[in-house]
């Protein structure tokens, strides 16, 4: 601090315990988090029928574990059916467990200022994946999952950042839901 400065800090103005405080929350937080898993086991991991599909949740943000930074779902497919279509601001890596089938992406024009806004391009490109396979889906990009086995399900390992929920909020948006979802 300059002379300036410690003459205001003599005189009483006012005063903070944010880094103290900082400092207590991470103690706290570090005690909290020794009584959570490490280890998650199938009982822990429930199933949904969400908008997107049948997803099987392998490790979310609402459930008991240690893991902050990533969620990680199976979802299976029916035979010649589709995902729910959806955009999200964080990246999303797929790897494919079963079956073949293809994604529409939709690349997104995006707009930054005082509000956030975005424009879905009119064609999607389209990707076809097996068993196997790995798909990465850009930040931003509106996508879908279609099956295009008319016998058997797809099931594939879905893992989002968690990392852009912090930076920009919870920007997911469901535009299309899957053909088997109905809310109950």
């Known amino acids: 601090m300059g002379l300036h400065e410690s003459e205001h ?3 009483g103005e006012r005063t903070a315990r944010y880094y103290r405080e900082h400092l207590e929350e991470a103690q706290e937080q570090k005690e909290r988090e020794e009584g959570l898993k490490k280890i998650l086991f199938p009982e822990d991991m429930p199933w949904e029928m969400s908008p997107q599909g049948k997803i099987k949740h392998i490790v979310n943000s609402k459930m008991d574990t240690r893991i902050k930074t990533v969620d990680v ?9 589709r995902s729910g ?19 529409l992406h939709w690349d997104v024009d995006m707009e930054v200022t005082d509000h956030f ?8 490109s389209r990707w076809e994946w097996k068993k196997g396979d790995a798909i990465l889906i ?20 879905s893992a989002v950042s ?3 929920e912090v930076m920009w909020g919870n920007d997911l ?7 088997e979802y109905h809310e109950r």
């Open 138 to 157: 850009p930040v931003n990009t509106v996508h879908q999952h279609f099956n295009a086995d008319p016998d058997k399900p797809a099931r594939f390992i």
């Open 162 to 164: 968690r990392l852009y």
């Open 9 to 11: 800090w003599n005189k």
């Open 117 to 124: 806004g975005w424009k879905l391009q009119e064609e999607p």
């Open 173 to 179: 948006e469901q535009l299309e839901d899957a053909p």
């Open 73 to 81: 779902y199976m979802q299976e497919i029916p035979p010649s059916s």
């Open 85 to 103: 279509k959806h955009r999200h601001m964080g990246e999303e890596y797929v790897y494919v467990l079963e079956g073949k089938g293809y994604d």
